[in-house]
Every structure is written in structure tokens, then in C-alpha cells.
């Protein structure tokens, strides 16, 4: 039982370039979710999915497109990647109904030069 | 959207002390969750929280759930090095979304 697993751990992009952040859960919950950190800013929300086949924009969600692929894995995609989208980007799983306790990947650490 | 204020924003402390921090919402929230932050790693969920007044254990954590609905408050005890990390908390509003609101966090170093 892996739990929520994120690829890649690093990346290195420059200006422009595009870039797919892969995240998986063995879970079984129905909700996921993209976060982002940067220092001082605690956990932003960029884009979730409260089940298959839907997304919703969270509070970030510019520069950024997501794809919940089915009910394990939901993607998240940096079209043309801006140095102002260099960060560490969190994947998170739950249930829907309650607890809304929140499950976290490791994380992918993006530079973009 | 929803105002979390958590304090301290970071904390520097010699190893034994206890540790206190909270957190404090604009309006009513349903759930309070707690969680840890390890250097390099993801935030791992430490201790939640459903009813006002709860008052929850996790071996050295006690977290509560304030009696106004509007806060919450984690204290560790005597501290150890590996109590390193950062520590936000997160909550949902009574009658809002089920996605939790996090706090910017509570950055704690451990002086052995």
C-alpha cells in the first residue's frame, strides 16, 4: 500500500518548455487534489477533482491544466512553463464524504529557468 | 475565501521544551486537522479533530478543538530533534467546502 505516489521528485525546466506532473493513489478515494508550496505561503490550491471525471479550478490555477485520467491518477500539466511556476508541487487525496482528512505524495520540486 | 492566522510563523527551541502553537479562523469551521512537514517531504497527518471541545493525544501531541469553533491549538511535549519540521494546521467551515483551508505554518527548529 504506496498511498499517494508523485513523478517525477525533480525537474528542471526552462522558460517554455511543457512538462506533465504524474500523481497515483492506491486509496480508493474519490477526491484529488494539486497543491503548491512556496516559502511563506503554506499549501495554495491549484486544481482538484472531487471524483472521476471531474476538475475544478482552486486558488491558483492559471499557467495550469489538469487531467483526472480515471479514479487512481490525476495529472497536472505546465502548457509553457514561467520561472514564476517554480515551486514544490503536492499531490493530496480524500474522501469525499468525511473525515476530510487529507493523504500527501511526497512531492515534485520544479525549477524553471 | 476562508482566513486561517497561525502562529507563531516559526519557533526555535532547545531540546525538552514543550511547544505550543494555534490557530485561529474568521468564521465557524466544522473540522481542524493537524499536520507535519518533514525537510524534503510531504505533510503527514498528525491528529483531527470533529467536535468543539475535543481534546486529542497523538503520544506526545494534544491537539483541541477550541469551544468557539473558531480555533485550534497543538501542543508537543517534551521535545526532540526529530519534532523538526513545519506544522500547519488546516480546517473546513461549518456549511463550506469539504476542502480543507491550511494555514501558512509553524516552522519549528529542535536545538539538541
Known amino acids: 500500500n504506496a498511498g499517494v505516489t508523485q513523478n517525477p521528485k525533480f525537474q528542471v525546466l526552462k522558460t517554455g518548455q511543457s512538462m506533465t506532473l504524474q500523481c497515483a493513489q492506491d486509496m480508493n478515494h474519490n477526491s484529488m487534489y494539486w497543491y503548491r508550496q512556496d516559502p511563506g505561503m503554506g499549501l495554495r490550491l491549484i486544481y482538484y477533482?472531487?471524483?472521476?471525471?471531474?476538475?475544478d479550478k482552486g486558488e491558483v490555477p492559471n499557467g495550469y491544466n489538469v487531467s483526472r485520467l480515471n479514479k487512481r491518477e490525476f495529472s497536472l500539466r505546465l502548457e509553457s512553463a514561467a520561472p514564476s511556476q517554480t515551486s514544490v508541487y503536492f499531490c493530496?487525496?480524500?474522501?469525499?464524504?468525511?473525515?476530510?482528512?487529507?493523504?500527501f505524495g511526497p512531492g515534485t520540486r520544479l525549477t524553471v529557468t | 475565501g476562508q482566513q486561517l492566522n497561525q502562529s507563531p510563523q516559526s519557533m526555535f527551541i532547545q531540546e525538552g521544551e514543550d511547544v505550543s502553537m494555534n490557530c485561529t479562523s474568521s468564521s465557524i469551521f466544522n473540522t481542524w486537522l493537524w499536520y507535519k512537514q518533514d525537510p524534503g517531504e510531504g505533510p503527514v497527518l498528525l491528529i483531527a479533530l470533529y467536535k468543539a471541545g475535543e481534546l486529542t493525544s497523538n503520544g506526545r501531541l494534544t491537539a483541541q478543538f477550541g469551544i468557539t469553533r473558531k480555533d485550534s491549538f497543538l501542543n508537543i511535549s517534551a521535545s526532540i530533534p526529530s519534532d523538526v519540521g513545519i506544522y500547519f494546521c488546516?480546517?473546513?467551515?461549518?456549511?463550506?467546502?469539504?476542502?480543507?483551508?491550511f494555514g501558512r505554518g509553524t516552522s519549528l527548529i529542535v536545538h539538541p
Open positions: 488546516a480546517g473546513t467551515a461549518s456549511g463550506g467546502s469539504y476542502i480543507p483551508t
Open positions: 477533482s472531487a471524483s472521476e471525471g471531474t476538475t
Open positions: 493530496a487525496s480524500s474522501e469525499v464524504t468525511g473525515p476530510y482528512e487529507q493523504y
